[in-house]
Nanobody
């Protein structure tokens, strides 16, 4: 089991910056990737950014060049630095962790409770 606790979020003006952090606890040794998703009411939850244990990253096209995902050396914290925020970035942001196990191969997903990010125009 993995528990994810997010911090950050709130209200910011367009063009501003905000940093989200997520601390993982529990059985973190098998976490293969951590990242962030976001969701607005009535829509599906979409990937924002992800970083693997090896440091590979992937971003949604809409945030490339503005957002940066990072992970600390202990690999228990993932952060999302958001710059040049736009009203369209307003959403609930969820921390996500993917755990990969072997013998047999299987994977599990874990989610944080979500944190609201509101960008005013």
């Amino acid at each position: 089991q993995v528990q994810l606790v997010e911090s950050g979020g709130g209200l910011v003006q367009a063009g501003g910056s905000m940093r989200l952090s997520c601390v993982a606890s529990g059985d973190i040794s098998n976490i293969a990737a951590m990242g962030w998703y976001r969701q607005v009411p009535g829509k599906q939850r979409d990937l924002v950014a992800v970083i693997t244990t090896f440091g590979s990253t992937n971003y949604a096209d809409s945030v490339k060049g503005r957002f940066t995902v990072s992970r600390n050396n202990a690999k228990d914290t993932v952060s999302l630095q958001m710059n040049s925020l736009e009203p369209e970035d307003t959403a609930v942001y969820y921390c996500h962790a993917y755990v990969a196990l072997t013998l047999p191969a299987r994977g599990y997903e874990y989610w944080g409770q979500g944190t609201q990010v509101t960008v005013s125009s």
